[in-house]
C-alpha cells in the first residue's frame, strides 16, 4: 500500500488500473504483491500544482526527456 501511495501517478486511473490487473496476474498466494517492476522504480511524487503554465509545460517536458533518456528521435 506504501509502494501505491508514493507513487506520483503520471498515468492517472488507467495507470493504476493496469497496474492492479497486472499484479492481480502475477502476484502467488491470496495477497496482491507490487514490486519495484510494475511502478517505475525512479518516480518521485510531484506537487500536484505550480504557479504558472510555464512551469508545468517545463516540469512534463523535462519529465518526458528523463523517461526517454533524452533521446527525442
Avoid: C
Avoid at 518521485?44 to 523535462?62: N, W, Y
Amino acid at each position: 500500500m506504501n509502494r501505491l501511495v508514493r507513487y506520483a501517478w503520471p498515468g492517472n486511473i488507467r495507470e493504476l488500473e493496469n497496474v492492479i490487473k497486472r499484479a492481480t496476474i502475477l502476484s502467488k498466494g491470496p495477497w496482491l504483491q507490487i514490486d519495484g517492476v510494475l511502478l517505475h522504480a525512479n518516480s518521485t511524487p510531484q506537487p500536484p500544482f505550480a504557479d504558472t503554465l510555464e512551469e508545468v509545460e517545463r516540469a512534463h517536458t523535462l519529465r518526458i526527456l528523463q523517461d526517454m533518456n533524452w533521446v527525442i528521435e
